[in-house]
């Protein structure tokens, strides 16, 4: 079967729902975030390059976040964020 045969398919991503890792995320997220404005960064760019390009230098080193967020799968944290976007509506 060619991929051009299952264009009409709808592809399922599996992922764990796990109650932690969403609290990772949020504490990871937000450790990042203050990381990134103590050293006067704007954290939704430095973020969003981060997680578009996948290059961890969009992050700072400051309060070790760089390490922090590469611990985390990019696709969780993109999960995280759009879970929360629609929640919040």
Known sequence: MTVKDNLDKTALFRYKEIEEETSTVRVVLNEVYEALQDKGYN???????????????????????????????????????????????
């Open 43 to 89: 954290p939704f760019g430095q973020i969003v390059g981060y997680l578009m390009s996948g290059d961890p230098t969009f992050i700072t080193n400051h309060k070790n976040a760089r390490s922090l967020i590469t611990r985390i799968e990019r696709d969780i944290i993109l999960e995280e964020l759009i879970k929360h976007y629609f929640q919040a509506e």
